[in-house]
């Protein structure tokens, strides 16, 4: 290449900054600015026209299946305790039966709450006085 081809090259970018380059940064931001705005324009149309109905008709649904399922279960509640109330004689009979297994029970669930206790009480022990005490429980 000669050196009119790098003059050529030279005058040819020194007009470009000095006459146009203001203009074509001017457009190419006029057209950016109006493909964002145009990309805007069509996710608003797109959210009315399918999210927005789409959101409603989901939400709509899993109301209508909210209270199917609390109608339902209502029923099936009514319904049992229609079926166990001829039960309801002899389970008597049977949990007034049992009330001397229900005092065993209860004096086993004692002991163990006992035993529980103890067992806190030698593992705070062992741990030491390095280790923050736990927070008492319910029954401390």
């Known amino acids: 290449m000669r050196l009119y081809v790098f003059l050529g090259i030279g005058i040819g970018v020194c007009a470009y900054f000095g006459l146009f380059s203001s203009h074509v940064l001017r457009a190419a931001g006029w057209i950016f600015e109006t493909l964002r705005r145009l990309g805007l324009l069509l996710w608003r149309i797109v959210r ?6 789409l959101t409603w008709i989901v939400r709509t649904l899993a109301s209508l299946l909210d209270a199917v399922f609390v109608v339902t279960a209502a029923l099936l509640l009514w319904l049992a305790k229609l ?8 389970g008597r ?4 039966r049992l009330l001397p297994v229900r005092r065993q029970f209860n004096r086993a669930n004692q002991l163990f709450q006992r035993i529980g206790l103890r067992v806190k009480e030698v593992w705070r022990v062992l741990r030491g006085p390095d280790d923050p ?8």
């Open 48 to 53: 009315i026209l399918f999210v927005v109905p």
């Open 83 to 90: 079926l166990l109330r001829p039960l309801r004689p002899p």
């Open 93 to 96: 009979w049977l949990w007034d």
């Open 133 to 140: 005490p736990d927070k008492p429980g319910p029954d401390e």
